[in-house]
């Protein structure tokens, strides 16, 4: 089935991508091997999580990529100092000297103990590797403080905008109270010129033809009415 994802690239992604990257680079790993890996967890292909690296995450890490490129030169190196042959020692001849009478009737217990020190003795750690973990335990703690510095900034922002939206919510709002004064306003004015117009109109029907009538003696006189 072909690996396809149409969402976007969370900040755990990204966090979860360039932890891969940069531990295949200790390792002595390949890029590719790290994106393939990615890829299965993501559900996406290595394809998508190459050019994520090299086009988003990768700027944000640079100095954790040159980290983990001296870590693998020095483990490398390490590597090699262990695999050169040591120079042979002269073994001494064993001389077997009659054995006391104490030593002769040493217990059982005690003979034990020495054998179980000196298999501890010989399987102790050696100083290359102790340095190789604690170089690895450095570079986890710096990659750590990155990482929480950046959710930090990121804390940081989203409160930023959650104040921006909160003063755009209080703007949208006085605007909504000035909008339906504005219409109640603008209802009254309505009104108070329909019940102007019906008076000039009932001023107007009052308004009559005036009627004249004619005596006797031919003066017009008005009819009053």
């Given at each position: 089935m072909v690996k396809v994802r149409q969402d976007a690239w969370s900040h755990e992604d990204d966090l979860l991508l360039?932890?891969?990257?940069?531990?295949?680079?200790?390792?002595?790993?390949t890029q590719l091997n790290a994106f393939e890996e990615v890829g299965d967890q993501l559900n996406r292909t290595a394809a998508a999580c190459g050019f994520r690296w090299n086009a988003e995450v990768r700027k944000n890490y640079e100095k954790a990529?040159?980290?983990?490129?001296?870590?693998?030169?020095?483990?490398?190196k390490a590597q090699q100092q262990q695999r050169k042959p040591q120079p042979r020692r002269t073994v001494q001849p064993e001389v077997n000297l009659p054995m006391t009478v104490e030593e002769t009737t040493m217990p059982v217990e005690e003979t034990a103990m020495q054998?179980?020190?000196?298999?501890?003795?010989?399987?102790?750690?050696?100083?290359?590797?102790i340095i190789h973990q604690l170089h690895q335990l450095k570079t986890s703690n710096q990659v750590n403080e990155q990482i929480n510095s950046?959710?930090?900034?990121?804390?940081?922002?989203?409160?930023?905008?959650?104040?921006?939206?909160?003063?755009l919510k209080a703007k949208v709002e006085e605007m909504s109270q000035q909008y339906a004064s504005l219409q109640e306003d603008y209802q009254t004015f309505i009104n108070i010129m329909d019940r102007a117009r019906k008076m000039m109109v009932?001023?107007?029907?009052?308004?009559?033809?005036?009627?004249?009538?004619?005596?006797?003696?031919?003066?017009?006189?008005q009819i009053a009415k």
């Open positions: 360039a932890e891969t990257v940069l531990r295949h680079i200790r390792e002595g790993s990529v040159d980290l983990a490129k001296r870590q693998r030169k020095q483990r490398k054998v179980q020190t000196n298999e501890v003795s010989t399987s102790a750690p050696s100083i290359d590797s950046e959710l930090e900034a990121l804390k940081h922002e989203n409160d930023e905008v959650r104040n921006e939206n909160e003063q009932f001023d107007e029907d009052e308004v009559t033809t005036p009627s004249f009538k004619m005596e006797k003696n031919g003066n017009l006189q």
